[in-house]
């Protein structure tokens, strides 16, 4: 055990050094600026890829830096496809490092506290966990670092955690890249449209709840109303 928090506590202390000097050397003003973001990110060349994929994994373990504005310049520089293929890459990268930080520094501290209650409830439930987990990833005003971490002290799988931020990341990284391409061609209605998806996609999430919600409660009522008939 103690290995396994050494491991965690170097990755973040690692990170943590890279934040720093990030702020030293003015490279935090950069990630803030668009379009000095996305100059940086072409006058890499081949490079720049690999530096939009370390950037948002980077941004994902240390909350502090902003992933937003790397998307939008990944979109910006390298179009849809590509900027999306760089950013879903970057976002899982990131969101299983902070995973499994948090699983290696205080997941058995968590068991430790709780006990057999944490497999308990929603808590236990391997389905449950991967649901919250995707339907989270389509929320951009949930804390993508935060849910990461959060995951790690839990029970759940990594390959579930995986699979959950992979297919939930999907669609907001490509209206992200694509919102960023659009703003790099100025084109002024399709910005609009841009922005309208952005925003609709966190319908989808709210609109798959309220109606799982309601297929619960017409279950219920439906239970009710056999169990009054047969009484």
């Known amino acids: 055990m103690r290995g396994r928090v050494a491991a965690g506590l170097g990755l973040a202390l690692l990170f943590a050094l890279v934040y720093w000097w990030l702020a030293m050397r003015g490279g935090l003003d950069i990630l803030l600026d668009g379009d000095a973001l996305d100059a940086r990110v072409k006058a890499l060349g081949m490079l720049g890829p690999l530096a939009v994929i370390g950037l948002l994994a980077l941004a994902i373990v ?3 830096l902003p992933s937003a504005p790397i998307a939008l310049a990944a979109g910006a520089a390298y179009g849809h496809w590509l900027g999306t293929l760089y950013v879903v890459i970057g976002a899982e990268l ?3 490092i902070a995973f499994f930080i948090a699983r290696l520094v205080g997941y058995d501290v968590v068991r430790r506290w709780f ?9 236990g439930s391997q389905n449950a966990l991967t649901a919250m987990v995707f339907f989270s990833r389509l929320l951009p005003f949930v804390s993508f670092d ?3 971490y959060a995951a790690g002290l839990t029970a759940l799988k990594s390959w579930r955690f995986a699979l959950a931020t992979l297919t ?3 669609p907001a990284s490509f209206l992200l890249t694509h919102f960023g391409g659009e703003m790099a061609s100025a084109n002024g209605r399709r910005i609009a449209i841009a922005v309208l998806a952005l925003g609709g996609i966190t319908l989808i999430p709210i609109a798959v709840a309220a109606y799982l919600r309601r297929r619960r409660l017409a279950r219920t009522r439906g239970r009710d109303r056999d169990e009054g008939g047969a009484a």
């Open 94 to 96: 990131g969101a299983l």
């Open 62 to 64: 240390l909350s502090p």
């Open 146 to 148: 935060l849910i990461s």
């Open 168 to 170: 939930g990341i999907v």
């Open 115 to 123: 006990g057999p209650r944490i497999d308990m409830g929603l808590m």
